[in-house]
């Protein structure tokens, strides 16, 4: 497989679909256009993860570049994160919903996997984008305590991570020290990450 100049080749302990080790997280982006179609796909990607009894808590807020959406989210982000993201296409913030209706009434009730929802739902969005010749960077560089004002979200909503999405730039474009990084990583090994019965290394 082609990898970056500079980046780890990326190799699977066992045989798994090549789209999980060519997704990568790049952060210089070409500042081109992308339709509303084409990230509503990715989106819709991302409607059809799992969610613990279907409570489906995620909700997506974005802006797409040259757009009146566009300045006040890409201002919500961090300078460092800023200055690389403003030539991305599309910015995404994931929402979860913290709650979710009672199996035993129709009361609304703590959902204790509303964030890993949101999480497998972002997986989807990812993948989807590499599929259709895009990337995406998430972040959770962004200003907190204004981001719920910005963005409206109604109580008992939590902003989770915001997504750059758009097409591989130049590298040369970045400054240093995001130039030197800008290249595929590797991942741990298996066996130090999967445990058979329980996690007591000792053996």
């Given at each position: 497989?082609?990898?970056?100049?500079?980046?780890?080749?990326r190799?699977?302990?066992?045989?798994?679909?090549?789209?999980?080790?060519?997704?990568?997280?790049?952060?210089?982006?070409?500042?081109?256009?992308?339709?509303?179609?084409?990230?509503?796909?990715m989106l819709?990607a991302?409607?059809?993860?799992?969610?613990?009894?279907?409570?489906?808590?995620?909700r997506?807020?974005?802006?797409?570049?040259?757009?009146?959406?566009?300045?006040?989210?890409?201002?919500?982000?961090?300078?460092?994160?800023?200055?690389?993201?403003?030539?991305?296409?599309?910015?995404?913030?994931?929402?979860?919903?913290?709650?979710?209706?009672?199996?035993?009434?129709?009361?609304?009730?703590?959902?204790?996997?509303?964030?890993?929802?949101?999480?497998?739902?972002?997986?989807?969005?990812a993948?989807?984008?590499?599929?259709?010749?895009w990337?995406?960077?998430?972040?959770?560089?962004?200003?907190q305590?204004r981001?719920?004002?910005?963005?409206?979200?109604?109580?008992?909503?939590?902003?989770?991570a915001?997504?750059?999405?758009?097409?591989?730039?130049?590298?040369?474009?970045?400054?240093?020290?995001?130039?030197?990084?800008?290249?595929?990583s590797?991942?741990?090994?298996?066996?130090?990450?999967?445990?058979?019965?329980?996690?007591?290394?000792?053996?």
């Open positions: 497989m082609e990898t970056l100049a500079g980046s780890v080749a190799v699977a302990d066992y045989p798994i679909a090549p789209c999980f080790l060519e997704r990568w997280s790049p952060r210089a982006f070409r500042p081109e256009p992308i339709t509303e179609a084409e990230l509503m796909t819709e991302a409607r059809w993860a799992a969610s613990s009894s279907n409570a489906q808590p995620w997506f807020v974005y802006a797409r570049r040259d757009t009146t959406a566009w300045p006040p989210l890409l201002d919500l982000l961090v300078p460092n994160n800023r200055g690389w993201a403003q030539h991305a296409s599309a910015l995404v913030f994931f929402v979860s919903q913290e709650l979710m209706p009672s199996r035993e009434c129709q009361a609304l009730v703590a959902s204790p996997t509303h964030s890993y929802d949101v999480g497998t739902a972002s997986g989807h969005f993948l989807q984008a590499h599929l259709m010749g990337h995406t960077h998430g972040m959770y560089g962004f200003d305590g981001a719920a004002e910005v963005l409206r979200t109604p109580p008992n909503h939590r902003i989770e915001v997504y750059a999405v758009g097409r591989i730039g130049d590298p040369a474009a970045l400054p240093e020290p995001l130039r030197s990084r800008e290249m595929q590797g991942r741990h090994r298996l066996t130090a990450l999967a445990y058979e019965g329980h996690m007591d290394t000792r053996g």
